[in-house]
């Protein structure tokens, strides 16, 4: 299991950026591919990013392509999410999550691939 705690959530104007951060605890964390999802209210958890073990393979969800960034630095055990050109529609608490499988060469992107959550960060986009 890989303990997963995000920051960097806040307030934003629209136009804004903002970096989210994943750190992770474990050994395993530069063996997995990591995840950001987000839930927005009265909305289901959707697919954000994805980033496989290496930094080779990155996902992204149709709706960020081009604003958002997903990143990794293994020596750190983090993950980041770097968002700019925020939208009101991106308003939503984000979640890091840590694949279940060990050297997944492909990121993975269905929720069921991922078996560490952490418990999200609000970002809130204003018009």
């Known amino acids: 299991q890989v303990q997963l705690v995000e920051s960097g959530g806040g307030l934003v104007q629209a136009g804004g950026s903002l970096r989210l951060s994943c750190a992770a605890s474990g050994r395993t964390f530069s063996t997995r591919a990591m995840g950001w999802f987000r839930q927005a209210p009265r909305k289901e958890r959707e697919f954000v990013a994805a980033?496989?073990?290496?930094?080779?393979?990155?996902r992204y969800a149709d709706s960020v392509k081009g604003r958002f960034t997903i990143s990794r630095d293994n020596a750190e055990n983090t993950v980041y999410l770097q968002m700019i050109s925020l939208k009101p529609e991106d308003t939503a608490v984000y979640y890091c999550a840590a694949d279940s499988a060990l050297y997944r060469i492909n990121a993975a992107i269905a929720q069921t691939d991922f078996g560490s959550w952490g418990q999200g960060t609000q970002v809130t986009v204003s018009s």
């Open positions: 980033i496989n073990w290496s930094s080779s393979h990155t």
